[in-house]
C-alpha cells in the first residue's frame, strides 16, 4: 500500500552543490513529511509540510508542495558529508495518525 | 528532547525461538509504530498502538504480536522466528491530536538475524 514515491532512486552530487529529491503521491493528504535516515540508524523527522501549504523552509532544506501534481521536492543547499543519508518522503496512510513512507533517496555527497 | 529506546542494537535468535523486542518513549505520546526495513522494500507497518492494550495492524502483521500495558512501552513479539523475519525493527512514537498525522520520533533500530 505504498503512497509516496521518491525519485531519483540514488544520488551523487559534489560537496557545496545543491541536492533535489522529488516524492510523488497517489491519493490527497493532510500533510508530507520528510525524514533521514544515516546508515544502519533509526529515522530523523526533517520536515513536515501541510496540504495548505507551499512552500517551507528549515535551515539548509526547502521542500514544496503541489497538491494539484500531487508531488513535494525537497531542496538541500550547499551540500555537506553530513548530509550522505537516505531521504524518505511520508504521507497520510487511511487511519489518522498512520503514514507510509516511500522506498527513500540515497544521497551521495562526493567530497 | 524525546527519546525512543530500543532493548538491543543486533540480535541473533534461532529459528522457532520467540523473540520480544521492547521499545520505550519519554514524551508521554500517545501512538507507538512498530516498522521493519528491508532493502528495496522501504519500511513497512506492522502493528501501530494509540493507546494502552489498543492496537491496530498495520500492512504485514502476520506472524507478530504487540502488547502495550503502559503509556511508554511498546512490545513487538515474533511468536515462533523464522529466517523471512530476519531484517531491520524500527520502533517509533508520535503525537495523537487532530488534524494529524505528526511527526514520528524513531528509536536506532534493532538488527534481528533468524538463522
Known amino acids: 500500500s505504498q503512497q509516496g514515491e521518491e525519485d531519483p532512486q540514488a544520488l551523487s552530487i559534489q560537496e557545496g552543490e545543491n541536492a533535489t529529491m522529488n516524492c510523488s503521491y497517489k491519493?490527497?493528504?493532510?500533510?508530507l513529511q520528510w525524514y533521514r535516515q544515516n546508515s544502519g540508524r533509526g529515522l530523523v523527522h526533517l520536515i513536515l509540510i501541510r496540504s495548505n501549504e507551499r512552500e517551507k523552509h528549515s535551515g539548509r532544506l526547502r521542500v514544496t508542495l503541489d497538491t494539484s501534481k500531487k508531488s513535494s521536492s525537497l531542496l538541500i543547499t550547499a551540500s555537506r558529508a553530513a548530509d550522505t543519508a537516505s531521504y524518505f518522503c511520508a504521507t497520510d496512510a487511511s487511519g489518522i495518525d498512520k503514514i507510509i513512507f516511500g522506498k527513500g533517496t540515497r544521497l551521495h555527497i562526493l567530497p | 528532547d524525546v527519546k525512543v529506546t530500543q532493548s538491543s542494537r543486533y540480535l541473533v535468535k534461532r529459528t522457532g525461538e520467540k523473540v520480544f523486542l521492547e521499545c520505550v518513549q519519554d514524551?508521554?505520546?500517545?501512538?507507538m509504530f512498530w516498522y521493519r526495513q528491508d532493502p528495496g522494500l522501504g519500511l513497512r507497518l506492522i502493528y501501530f498502538?494509540?493507546?494502552?492494550?489498543?492496537?491496530e495492524k498495520g500492512d504485514i502483521p502476520e506472524g507478530y504480536s504487540v502488547s502495550r500495558e503502559k503509556k511508554e512501552r511498546f512490545s513487538l513479539i515474533l511468536e515462533s522466528a523464522s529466517t523471512n523475519q530476519t531484517s531491520m525493527y524500527l520502533c517509533?512514537?508520535?503525537?495523537?491530536?487532530?488534524?494529524?498525522?505528526?511527526?514520528?520520533?524513531f528509536g536506532p533500530g534493532t538488527r534481528l538475524t533468524v538463522t
Open positions: 491519493t490527497s493528504i493532510n500533510n
Open positions: 498502538s494509540y493507546d494502552v492494550k489498543m492496537k
Open positions: 514524551m508521554d505520546h500517545e501512538n
Open positions: 517509533a512514537s508520535s503525537l495523537c491530536l487532530e488534524a494529524g498525522p505528526y511527526e514520528q520520533y
